[in-house]
């Protein structure tokens, strides 16, 4: 260790950096975490370059021996983004064509539900940090820093950044984006009037509670959070109002069938490569499957290996899998109804063969899970607690205990993906431990009706009434703050209506934890209490596929379904 450059760089951090640098330089947390971490407190690349220089080097590995959350695996030779390929260098021109999801509902940013309107929606804006590989890394905010106890956060904005009308982007248009998410998507996080604008380009944002990972809330993950305009009035769509700071300008747009757009010179992260792009629509994944086999599109945003599979052995095509923390949540209700003994939710639990879901539905593109939000990408995640297993008889028993035997449950379902697969092959499994399943899809998949089937004004009031019984979709999330606390810990989105306050408490000690130790001691109790109560059956972590044709290369996926394609073109 050089010890010199060392202790110079801890004159330069802050004390929490200190303490992070010190537990790197001590061996605590490998570099991986310790990267990770370090660009979420906003060390910034030059310091944390200078910290891996003084400690020298070390396997590299993830603290929990896996890949980050987020990171991307490409299957088929694909390329990162950067303008270089194995095929060769990116060219100048051409038009993308791309065949995504049909938007369920209308391109809001603020109220947006659903993978069909994130593209185009996050094609035109931008975040205040870009979240890839589930880091985070400088937006339109260049750098960050939160005070001691992560209870306010300071963001330096990118100078120079023009709206697509030519008006200068300032401090004014975040504070008035996060005012109007104040009483949406971060209403958990900040109130009306937390964000405060020091400077053209400084602003200052003070949370309800400290949160030690608060910009992944302004970043891809949290896919509302896009900075907009700030005479942007709620319930304003980008069709009606085609206007960003992104790197494409939305020209035409038709729900039904696609969007165009168009390449913005002026974009702050340099002129694209790419002229233009072209999106096809469908909700019908054979017709995008053919569309792209067939040559009439060069990409294609999030798929399933359930009827994805001919794309999986085109040697035309080049897929990317993404492993990370998406899942399908089994919630059970627990406030009434056949779900509220604790021993028929484990029933459930341990009627469920999670490595026959994985092989059948996923072909092995997965994590098994625990019943638990906590994947095993994350850096905190505790490999040392007991895998759930199958047992039909300690099931059976459980149901009898509880005076069950013979339960007869309606489990509701999306029509998305594999999910219509799930659920059939959950019916088969919890059948053999005396459970019948009768199957109800849901009319909607997302936008606004996507809760009604649970429906509620009860605490805690959100989604989270109606049925007893049903499996709803969650997807890559960088962190997993946005499970625990809207599917968990508040009403939000919480369809088993769970109430613990020892999960709230131990959430809250996660959230308030600036450093990697505290985060895994309260992560623990997460995962315990989650387990043992069960509100949600968690089977697998699914890996998140999405291909292209040969000749193109740098496109940037987000596990959430986002194209990003500033750096995207063709190869020679």
Not at 36 to 64: E, F, N
Not at 168 to 177: E, I, L, R
Not at 443 to 460: F, L, M, N, Q, R
Not at 540 to 549: D, K, P
Request: proline letters at 5%.
């Amino acid at each position: 260790m050089d010890y010199r450059l060392f202790d110079s760089v801890r004159r330069q951090a802050s004390p929490v950096e200190v303490e992070l640098v010190e537990a790197y330089a001590r061996g605590h947390v490998s570099r991986r975490a310790f990267v990770s971490r370090a660009m979420m407190i906003g060390l910034g690349a030059p310091l944390i370059s200078a910290v891996i220089a003084a400690c020298g080097s070390d396997s590299g590995s993830s603290s929990s021996g896996t890949t980050p959350a987020g990171g991307t695996t490409a299957s088929g030779g694909t390329t990162a983004p950067g303008g270089t390929a194995a095929g060769g260098a990116v060219k100048q021109g051409g038009t993308l064509r791309i065949v995504a999801q049909t938007p369920s509902g209308p391109l809001d940013p603020v109220a947006m539900a659903d993978l069909g309107t994130y593209c185009p929606v996050t094609t035109c804006f931008d975040y205040l940090v870009t979240a890839s590989g589930g880091d985070v890394s400088p937006a339109l905010a260049e750098s960050w820093k939160p005070n001691a106890d992560g209870s306010v956060w300071t963001f330096v904005l990118r100078q120079g950044v023009k709206w697509h009308d030519g008006t200068p982007f300032t401090s004014a248009d975040v504070v008035a984006t996060m005012d109007r998410l104040a009483g949406s998507n971060l209403k958990a996080s900040i109130a009306a009037g937390s964000t405060k604008a020091i400077d053209d380009f400084t602003v200052e944002i003070t949370l309800l509670n400290p949160d030690g990972q608060f910009p992944q809330q302004v970043g891809a993950y949290n896919p509302q959070s896009v900075i907009t305009p700030k005479d942007f009035a709620l319930g304003t769509t980008l069709d009606q109002r085609m206007t960003g700071t992104g790197a494409f300008k939305m020209t035409a747009y038709n729900q039904a069938t696609g969007a165009s757009f168009e390449a913005n010179p002026d974009w702050w992260g340099g002129k694209p490569f790419l002229d233009k792009l072209e999106y096809t629509f469908s909700e019908d994944l054979a017709t995008l499957v053919s569309g792209l086999q067939g040559g009439a599109a060069d990409a294609i945003t999030q798929f399933s290996v359930v009827g994805g599979d001919a794309i999986l052995n085109d040697s035309n095509l080049s897929v990317q899998t993404i492993r990370g923390s998406a899942h399908r949540q089994i919630w059970m209700n627990c406030r009434e109804g056949d779900f509220t003994d604790v021993k028929v939710r484990q029933a459930i639990a341990l009627g469920i063969d999670r490595q026959a879901l994985i092989d059948t539905i996923l072909k092995g593109k997965g994590d098994i899970a625990n019943d638990h939000p906590i994947a095993p990408i994350y850096p905190f995640f505790d490999s040392s607690q007991p895998q759930r297993e199958r047992d039909v008889e300690k099931a059976k028993q459980l149901l009898t205990d509880a005076g069950k035997s013979g339960l007869k449950a309606t489990m509701a379902f999306p029509k998305l993906q594999e999910i219509p697969q799930l659920a059939q092959l959950v019916q088969s499994q919890l059948k053999e431990i005396g459970v019948e399943v009768t199957l109800q899809q849901e009319a909607t998949v997302d936008g606004e009706e996507w809760c009604k089937v649970y429906d509620s004004k009860v605490e805690p009031a959100g989604c989270d009434g109606g049925m007893d019984f049903g499996i709803v979709d969650y997807g890559l999330r960088g962190v997993p703050d946005v499970y625990l606390v809207k599917a968990y810990a508040t009403g939000e989105w919480n369809s088993a209506h769970y109430i613990s306050e020892p999960f709230r408490a131990a959430t809250k000690a996660y959230q308030s934890s600036l450093d990697l130790d505290g985060q895994k001691a309260a992560i623990k109790d997460i995962q315990k209490i989650a387990n043992e109560d069960v509100p949600y059956a968690i089977p697998y972590f699914y890996n998140i596929l999405f291909a292209t044709t040969n000749k193109v290369a740098g496109i940037e996926a987000t596990g959430l379904g986002q194209f990003y394609c500033g750096k995207a073109g063709f190869t020679e």
